[in-house]
């Protein structure tokens, strides 16, 4: 806890990682901020609730990362006020997270910008779909919004619109380029094309069935989330996961983050040219899929992770098959590696290209992957480690690059991490259990789950209700903070360099969409 | 270079015959077939994430992987929805996407196929109907066929898409056909 703030009421928070509470009033949420980002503290998430029905306030919270905690800091707006201290000046990624906020509750900072983010006219201004009082489940008549997006003037500046359906098999979002012949001037994105309303999900959905929902924010991550939201779970009841159990759901998560790798190391050498990449990198994700489905059930393991364990075990001859496929695709992974490094054409293409500055990146508050190929050293697993992590000592990769080659890098480096942390997993599986029972949550506590998925930090804040119920869930993934950074590492770069520095960053769309 | 090519004749061929559909008996030369005489050509894919979560997305991309090879089949992935026979939708339709999804299929020419992927492409999945979510993509659009699972597997993606070929009238004439002429690959 930063000594400035001591003057603040403050508690342990239940969750997975160290962390705590604080109630701050308007000032204290500034100051709070201006502290945090002082002492080098990250903005994680930050969300909003109505507790009118209660004590008849609004409510703002932000989860900051710091040196050695987790801090979670909550503003009650006083009685019939409706806004709340822009932090965007502090922490940049506050921007977007704070019109979201101002679309589903209605409480705006001030002198933040007024636009829209998460409603494009599918329902009315005047509906706020958060509120205790709206209809949830009600649809309304779409209507189509124009969206101003900030325009570059001067001689020869034209813009190009892409999305939201764009030209391969991605997901939808909104893309302005404002360039010079061929040389990026600026680009702006428009997001939440895929908003599907996951927080209001939550309160229907309950305590026991809100893992199903978590693991379907971001499918790439869905281990991450779910273990998030069950981590939260946990913290909040008091039920510890069996140690068997924890075991299985790191070996699933370091699965899902070489899988990701592995996937996109070949599309980043397909974007360069390289189709050799793709193929070969396409193959081996291919085969670690077919041993998950062997392992867990499941090419993608979406419902492994469950409220007080896993819901299957690991079959026991599956073990020594996971072992051996590990030698061979860290042979296989070697020596691709090798390809690429002495791959002069494509190493053309990678180099100096997307370039974010370790101080921008800092500035910006870039989180995860990103930051970390730009020289940010944080991890969340090496940081505020929980168990299993707590013992197994995974090893914190980090690089100065800051360019695409960076990023490449850092992919090969983290890979082959996971995979001495699967083996150290496989070598000392603790017998026993795979699940307990978990009780039914009081109403009124609350948790807040943080696991350090493939893109970075994935967080999951819940308050429990009455009789299992959820009285609010929140979801944050890291690609939040990360796709304002994309807009500056493009800058004075080609159009045509466009897809390959993006799939450099590789950021969820479903996920920050909600 | 000497390395590239090594690692390529020690991977060697990798790809597996297409999945047979239900009670029937359907090779990957059997499916060409079918293809061509529909056709004429390759069957065109425009994919359209209506919503999804990301999910069905990495088993579309898996048809592309060396093992299901997709286009060894005469299938192929296109970019805009005016190249397109067929529109893969995920997702549930957001309410967001609405308006974009229906004008990739007004965009799609005649006669066009469309296969809701998912268990949200199907009925919406665990978003269902809301502020958000339209529900599943017959929502939006007429569905030809529907491929159930979370996510759907590559096997079941191809099952899906083979039945949605069966469904095309054979003998449709190729695009490059003037109107009125006769397509060499007219049954």
Redesign the interface.
């Known amino acids: 806890m930063l000594a400035s703030l001591q003057s603040y009421p403050s508690s342990a928070f239940p969750s997975n990682v160290r962390a705590s509470g604080l109630s701050v009033d308007e000032r204290g949420w500034l100051r709070a901020a201006a502290a945090i980002r002082e002492g080098g503290g990250t903005l994680l998430a930050l969300w909003g609730s109505d507790d009118r029905d209660r004590d008849r306030r609004f409510r703002v919270h932000a989860a900051y990362l710091l040196a050695d905690e987790l801090l979670v800091v909550e503003h009650a707006l006083p009685e019939g006020e409706q806004s709340f201290p822009d932090l965007a000046s502090l922490f940049p990624c506050a921007a977007r997270l704070q019109r979201a906020v101002a679309d589903l509750l209605g409480i705006r900072a001030h002198g933040g910008d007024a636009r829209g983010w ?1 409603r ?1 006219g ?2 009315p201004e005047k ?1 706020f ?1 958060l509120r205790r009082d ?7 008549p ?1 209507t ?1 919004a124009p969206y101003r997006y900030l325009s570059v003037a001067g001689d020869g500046v034209h813009e190009i619109a892409v999305g ?2 764009h ?6 979002g909104g893309f302005r380029f404002s360039v010079v012949g061929e040389k990026v001037l600026r680009l702006e994105e428009r997001l ?7 927080d ?2 939550f309160e ?2 309950g305590q026991s069935a809100g893992h ?2 978590a693991a ?5 991550s ?1 281990v991450a989330f779910s273990w998030a939201y069950c981590a939260a779970l946990e913290a909040m009841t008091g039920a510890e996961a069996p140690a068997r159990a924890v075991a299985l759901r790191a070996l699933a998560l370091e699965r899902e983050r070489l899988a990701n790798h592995l ?1 996109d190391l070949g599309a980043l050498g397909n974007d360069a040219g390289f189709a ?1 990449g793709l ?2 990198f ?2 081996l ?2 085969e670690l ?1 077919r041993f998950n489905d062997d392992a867990f059930g499941a ?2 393991p ?1 419902d492994l992770v469950v409220p007080g364990g896993v819901a299957v075990d690991l079959p026991a001859a599956v073990g020594p098959a996971l072992a051996h496929e590990l030698e061979a695709l860290e042979l296989g992974v070697r ?2 590696r ?2 690429y490094d ?1 791959h002069t054409g494509l190493q053309d293409r990678f180099r100096g290209a997307g370039w974010l500055d370790p101080g921008l990146a800092r500035t910006l508050g870039a989180v995860g992957l990103v930051g970390r190929a730009s020289g940010i050293g944080r991890d969340l697993r090496v940081d505020l480690p929980w168990a299993p992590y707590d013992r197994l000592g995974a090893r914190l990769w980090v690089r100065e690059g800051g360019d695409v080659a960076a990023r490449v890098q850092l992919r090969f480096d983290e890979a082959l991490e996971s995979m001495r942390l699967c083996r150290a997993l496989l070598d000392a599986l603790p017998p026993g259990p795979t699940r307990v029972p978990v009780p039914p949550a009081a109403a009124g506590h609350r948790g807040i789950g943080a696991i350090e998925g493939w893109r970075g930090p994935v967080l999951v804040a819940l308050e429990a209700g009455p009789e299992g119920s959820l009285r609010r869930g929140h979801a944050h993934d890291p690609s939040w903070q990360n796709w304002p950074v994309l807009e500056f590492a493009i800058l004075g770069n080609i159009v045509p360099d466009f897809p390959l520095i993006n799939k450099s960053f590789n950021l ?3 996920g920050p ?1 909600g | 270079m000497l390395d590239v090519l090594l690692r390529i004749q020690r991977t060697g061929r990798v790809s597996e015959p297409l999945p047979a559909p239900e009670g029937e008996r359907r090779e990957r030369a059997d499916l060409q077939d079918r293809v061509r005489a529909a056709l004429g050509r390759a069957l065109c894919i425009r994919h359209v994430d209506a919503g999804s979560c990301n999910g069905c997305e990495l088993e579309i991309h898996a048809l592309s992987n060396p093992y299901y090879n997709l286009e060894g089949a005469g299938i192929r992935f296109v970019a805009s929805p005016r190249h397109a026979d067929l529109l893969l939708v995920t997702g549930p339709v957001s309410v967001n996407m609405e308006e974009a999804l229906r004008r990739t299929y007004d965009a799609t020419p005649d006669p066009k196929l469309v296969v809701a992927v998912g268990d949200c492409g199907a009925c919406g999945g665990i978003f269902g109907q809301s502020y958000a979510s339209c529900g599943g993509v017959s929502q939006v659009l007429p569905v030809d066929v529907t491929v159930p699972g979370c996510p759907p597997t590559p096997t079941a993606l191809l099952r899906g898409i083979l039945a949605a070929v069966r469904l095309l009238p054979s003998g449709v004439p190729p695009r490059s056909t003037p109107p009125g002429g006769t397509s060499p690959a007219h049954e």
């Open positions: 998460f494009h599918g329902w509906v779909p709206a209809e949830g489940e009600a649809r309304y779409s189509s939201p359906v030209a391969g098999t991605i997901e939808p939440a094309y895929t908003h599907k309303g996951v209001r999900r229907k959905l199903r929902l379907r924010v971001s499918g790439d869905c996937g050799f193929a070969q396409s193959r994700k291919e899929l090419r993608y979406f020596e691709l090798s390809i002495e969820s769309y479903s969409d």
